[in-house]
């Protein structure tokens, strides 16, 4: 009993140097996943914000091509309204009536006026003396056609000046919000210019396959920034289940381990040969501990084996009344919980083929999951009943119960529930997998209904394979 209790404590000390050191790396994780997540949004800020100055760099651009644009049809438009003019009294023959050659031009009137011509302002005087001079309203239909045609809908105002006042005008717009074009000289020292409201949106218009451009790169951009942190802390959690398994694992063994070890010393040593009754229940413990390791080392390989789908199932007629009784008689001897087992076997004489090691350890491990995930008193019912093409197993506990959020993770491989991971229950996560993985493998399914702090029921759906006797 001495070296038991020393066993005991050695497992202890080592479980607690585990645990510290887990805590000490799990302290270590954490601050590598707030670095993680500090590094991915400044990484996306940074992208926001280079996308922002971009597209306020491109903005101004776009402006100033716009603005360059007006001026330019502003031109077009005043040499497309002399034209007009100028055609039709051509097509009259007014100009016969009149000799071009008495004109007189100064010399400023071709001075930085760029595109307009001497023949520009030659015309215009010719337009002038014939009585026929320069018309804004015609201006204001050919530059609204002008703009329209090169997509730009904006209200705009013509000035039609000299270099005292503005002799005529033509729209009304808040002139403190709008641009104004350059001069565009007439005749006689006279010029006309459009004042014309860019607003955003009409940029915003000119810039439309530039914005859905940079809108599907800047949501690719993110889509990758976003499944590289999902690969990371996908990562991140395999490694702690990894890490979590194998320490559960690690603890789980060490304690069997310990026993069977301090069992076999004894037995060398020859101190258990004058005590027949405790060198037999030494014998059934060592027996106990055996037996538990081979079943975890058989839901390991099972698992394993299912999931490369060579798994192999030995069906035969099994009776359930009899595996469910011989489960309740291990767990009442094992256990050192109160336990309140009822159960409703009926089956109307179908006759049930199933794999019996692999249905009887499922059994096993949720009658287990049950007494775990309970309080101090334990009421378990289990229930078999046969339908017409379907068996139903159920096994109903009154224990912790599990959350909504958790149901949907709790047959994953080394899941478990968080409320049960707070709660100090040790176990791997393997258990409702394996459970899983045999009803599957029998072609049926597994079900949950639980509620938090008043219990769960699972429910094993298995196809039956044999039909009723007659």
């Known amino acids: 009993m001495f070296y038991l209790n020393y066993v005991a404590k050695k497992i202890k000390h080592i479980s607690f140097i585990n645990l510290s050191s887990l805590f000490y790396l799990m302290k ?199 499944y590289e942190l999902k690969v990371i802390f996908t990562q991140r959690r395999l490694t702690l289940l990894r890490d979590d398994f194998t320490h559960a694992l690690t603890h789980d063994m060490k304690t069997p381990l310990g026993t069977i070890y301090m069992a076999v010393d004894q037995w060398g040593k020859g101190t258990l040969d004058l005590h027949p009754e405790l060198r037999s229940k030494f014998c059934e413990i060592s027996r106990e501990q055996v037996l538990n390791l081979q079943a975890l080392v058989d839901k390991i390989l099972t698992i394993a084996s299912m999931e490369k789908g060579k798994l192999l199932l030995e069906r035969k007629i099994v009776d359930l009344s009899e595996m469910v009784n011989d489960l309740i008689n291990k767990f009442l001897v094992q256990c050192g919980k109160s336990i309140e087992f009822g159960v409703n076997i009926d089956l109307k004489d179908t006759i049930i083929s199933v794999d019996h090691t692999f249905v009887k350890n499922a059994l096993s491990n949720l009658i287990d999951n049950a007494i775990k995930y309970s309080g101090d008193t334990v009421k378990i019912d289990i229930s078999c009943v046969s339908g017409e093409k379907q068996l139903f197993i159920k096994v109903k506990d009154n224990g912790f119960g599990i959350s909504q959020r958790d149901q949907q993770l709790i047959f994953e491989k080394f899941e478990r529930g968080a409320a049960l991971k707070r709660k100090g229950v040790k176990g791997f996560g393997l258990g409702l997998n394996y459970v899983k993985r045999v009803a599957e493998a029998h072609g049926g399914t597994i079900a949950v209904s639980s509620l938090e702090g008043v219990g769960s029921e699972f429910i094993i759906v298995i196809p039956i394979t044999l039909s009723s006797i007659e």
């Open 28 to 226: 270590i994780k954490d601050m590598k996943v707030l670095s993680v997540w500090r590094i991915f949004f400044i990484a996306l800020t940074a992208l926001i914000l280079f996308q922002g100055v971009w597209l306020y760099s491109t903005y101004i651009l776009k402006l100033n091509e716009i603005q360059t644009l007006t001026n330019n049809i502003l031109s077009e438009a005043v040499q497309i309204e002399l034209d007009t003019r100028f055609f039709y009294f051509n097509s009259m023959g007014l100009f016969k009536e009149n000799n071009p050659d008495t004109l007189s031009f100064e010399e400023n009137d071709f001075e930085n006026n760029g595109v307009m011509s001497q023949q520009y302002f030659f015309t215009q005087r010719i337009m002038l003396k014939q009585n026929f001079p320069f018309n804004l309203t015609t201006l204001d239909s050919i530059y609204g056609s002008l703009l329209k045609k090169n997509h730009i809908e904006a209200e705009y105002q013509l000035s039609y000046m000299d270099s005292v006042r503005i002799i005529k005008s033509i729209g009304n717009i808040n002139l403190q919000r709008a641009n104004n074009t350059t001069l565009v000289p007439i005749v006689n020292g006279t010029n006309v210019k459009a004042t014309i409201n860019i607003s955003p949106p009409i940029i915003f218009k000119q810039m439309f396959w530039m914005l859905v451009a940079s809108a599907l790169m800047l949501i690719l951009i993110m889509a990758c920034l976003v």
